[in-house]
């Protein structure tokens, strides 16, 4: 195809075309892919007829209650979003980025037990460095970020380290060992035998999950007894201090959780990995300017907690 007729063709496509075809991609569903581009789903149905039609290919095809891709779709898949990535990083560029002036509002994604560590901190940092800014919270599961990044609904996330794909970038932020909350009563020290043999209070997000330090044990070749399971550390706490329930969590955690209360913090009788934290962002905005300054913020922040 030569330069001329590819620019005839190029011409008579709407471009904005591109960005729905985009939507649609990622999320195989035209009901999701709508909420996302804040279009109704007969929106989405006619712009893809629109492309199709360009095209000479359907592009998706039903399956079940989403879409597949048709084998042109997959071949134009990385190039259409390589060019629009591309695109939003120049705008980007070109609108620059103040913290001292500008006003928009960062959404970071976290765990619920690492907000009250981690988010009064930053507010404060950000009103000293950026007062015009605003930071809001949100605790998805973990599968539901990668989207929600792309959708641009959320700019960061913090998480325990796991292993993510070739779209997620990541970087540590902390390192923490694990400890013990005990309550008044518990007397002595604790040992490997009595952490065994006692009974747990165990923080899990969801009804059948496992918590980390389970996990941990399970490599070790050992199990403990877990008589209560809570949502949030703050009832586990609770629980500790009215019974002889243990509570293992990270030693930053502990301290925060425990100023002024009467629970004793006791170093783990057992050797197992620390706790990481690590955030995580969207290889598509590794070169937002907006990014990269909250990015580097939030690493900031994580090295004075590191260091206190």
Same mark, same amino acid.
């Given at each position: 195809m030569n330069i001329q007729h590819e620019s005839s063709a190029l011409n008579r496509i709407d471009l904005n075309l591109f960005r729905v075809f985009e939507v649609v991609y990622r999320e195989r569903n035209l009901t999701r892919a709508a909420s996302l581009l804040y279009l109704s789903q007969s929106a989405v149905s006619h712009a893809l007829a629109r492309l199709r039609e360009q095209l000479g290919d359907p592009l998706f095809v039903r399956e079940g209650r989403g879409v597949v891709p048709t084998a042109l779709a997959e071949q134009l898949a990385p190039v259409i979003q390589d060019s629009l990535n591309g695109l939003r990083r120049s705008l980007g560029s070109a609108q620059g980025f103040d913290p001292s002036t500008d006003r928009r509002?960062?959404?970071?994604?976290?765990?619920?037990q690492m907000e009250p560590l981690l988010l009064p901190r930053l507010v404060q940092h950000?009103?000293?460095?950026?007062?015009? %800014?605003?930071?809001?919270?949100?605790?998805? @599961?973990?599968? =539901?970020?990668?989207?929600?990044?792309?959708? +641009?609904?959320? =700019?960061?996330?913090?998480?325990?380290?796991?292993?993510? =794909?070739?779209?997620?970038? @990541?970087?540590?932020?902390?390192s923490d060992e694990f400890c013990v909350l005990a309550g008044p009563d518990f007397e002595?020290?604790?040992?490997?035998?009595?952490?065994?043999?006692?009974? @747990?209070?165990?923080?899990?997000?969801?009804?059948? +999950?496992?918590?980390?330090?389970? %996990?941990? %044990?399970?490599h070790l070749g050992l199990t403990r007894t877990v008589r209560q399971h809570c949502r949030n550390y703050l009832s586990a706490a609770l629980l500790v201090a009215q019974s002889?329930?243990?509570?293992? %969590?990270?030693?930053?955690?502990?301290?925060?959780?425990?100023?002024? +209360?009467?629970?004793?913090?006791?170093?783990?009788?057992?050797a197992l990995p620390p706790i990481t934290l690590s955030m995580y962002w969207l290889r598509q905005s590794e070169g937002d300017a907006a990014g990269v300054w909250l990015r580097e913020q939030v690493a900031d922040l994580a090295r004075r907690i590191h260091l206190q």
């Amino acid at each position: 195809m030569n330069i001329q007729h590819e620019s005839s063709a190029l011409n008579r496509i709407d471009l904005n075309l591109f960005r729905v075809f985009e939507v649609v991609y990622r999320e195989r569903n035209l009901t999701r892919a709508a909420s996302l581009l804040y279009l109704s789903q007969s929106a989405v149905s006619h712009a893809l007829a629109r492309l199709r039609e360009q095209l000479g290919d359907p592009l998706f095809v039903r399956e079940g209650r989403g879409v597949v891709p048709t084998a042109l779709a997959e071949q134009l898949a990385p190039v259409i979003q390589d060019s629009l990535n591309g695109l939003r990083r120049s705008l980007g560029s070109a609108q620059g980025f103040d913290p001292s002036t500008d006003r928009r509002v960062f959404c970071l994604n976290m765990p619920e037990q690492m907000e009250p560590l981690l988010l009064p901190r930053l507010v404060q940092h950000f009103r000293n460095v950026a007062p015009q %800014l605003a930071l809001r919270s949100s605790s998805l @599961h973990w599968a =539901d970020v990668p989207r929600e990044m792309a959708a +641009g609904r959320v =700019d960061l996330a913090v998480e325990i380290t796991r292993p993510t =794909d070739n779209e997620l970038r @990541h970087r540590l932020l902390l390192s923490d060992e694990f400890c013990v909350l005990a309550g008044p009563d518990f007397e002595g020290e604790l040992t490997a035998e009595r952490y065994l043999a006692a009974e @747990h209070v165990a923080i899990t997000s969801q009804r059948r +999950g496992i918590c980390a330090e389970d %996990l941990a %044990l399970g490599h070790l070749g050992l199990t403990r007894t877990v008589r209560q399971h809570c949502r949030n550390y703050l009832s586990a706490a609770l629980l500790v201090a009215q019974s002889g329930l243990l509570l293992t %969590l990270s030693r930053g955690y502990a301290q925060l959780l425990n100023q002024g +209360g009467s629970n004793r913090i006791l170093p783990l009788p057992l050797a197992l990995p620390p706790i990481t934290l690590s955030m995580y962002w969207l290889r598509q905005s590794e070169g937002d300017a907006a990014g990269v300054w909250l990015r580097e913020q939030v690493a900031d922040l994580a090295r004075r907690i590191h260091l206190q």
